[in-house]
């Protein structure tokens, strides 16, 4: 459900709220971590969610022109709200050419094992202690992260974006052999206590 009151806008999804225009720094913190971190001038990234556009936004800012960027939005409304009322507040990062749209489930295109990303972005619930979409309960498990590493090539990057610390997903992140940190974000207007969590992890190298 997309709600409007004034200039602020929110998606909300089975009675959560899942992002409004009244706060992306975390979201765009997320995708520049991660594109620091990516090698190379064509790098192929894959995003999961698209929410109101802002992470996509900031990975495109972030890139040269040769990238190619994934963005993967179950929810087909989503897609076609960001190209219609949502779509001035990234600054429309769908009409990048850069960009490829897949309606479809991210758990859907790692799964086939087909391609690989030099980064994947989760930006998808409320992060993995709040999951509104239960197959996306796999994302955040020893085995889904397994199988993000199988699709990250050389030096790839995983970032994670979740509304506050999990220490099932960082017990998960040690066990499927990825070294992680995290970084806390501020929410604007409320104390640390409220600031959401930021994950970046890679493959250890033996």
């Known amino acids: 459900m997309l709600r409007q009151r004034e200039a602020e806008f929110e998606i909300r999804f089975n009675g959560w709220e899942?992002?409004?225009?009244?706060?992306?720094l975390s979201e765009q913190f997320l995708a520049q971590l991660v594109c620091r971190r990516v090698k190379g001038d064509s790098p192929r990234i894959l995003i999961g969610g698209?929410?109101?556009g802002f992470t996509l936004r900031a990975a495109l800012d972030a890139v040269g022109p040769d990238a190619q960027v994934t963005v993967c939005e179950l929810v087909h409304e989503v897609i076609d709200w960001n190209l219609g009322p949502l779509a001035e507040q990234a600054n429309r990062p769908l009409d990048?050419?850069?960009v490829v749209v897949c309606k479809c489930s991210i758990v859907d295109v790692l799964s086939t094992g087909r391609q690989t990303f030099d980064a994947v972005i989760l930006d998808v619930d409320n992060g993995p202690g709040c999951i509104l979409y239960q197959p996306n309960?796999?994302?955040?498990?020893?085995?889904g992260l397994k199988c993000i590493k199988e699709a990250l090539g050389t030096d790839?990057?995983?970032g994670v974006w979740s509304a506050e610390r999990s220490a099932s997903f960082e017990n998960a992140l040690e066990a499927a052999g990825l070294r992680w940190q995290q970084e806390n974000v501020g929410i604007p207007g409320y104390s640390e206590v409220h600031a959401h969590t930021v994950y970046i992890a890679q493959t250890v190298r033996q």
């Open 18 to 24: 899942l992002i409004s225009n009244r706060c992306s």
């Open 50 to 52: 698209l929410g109101m």
């Open 96 to 98: 990048d050419s850069r």
């Open 137 to 143: 309960q796999f994302l955040y498990s020893t085995d």
């Open 156 to 158: 790839g990057i995983l």
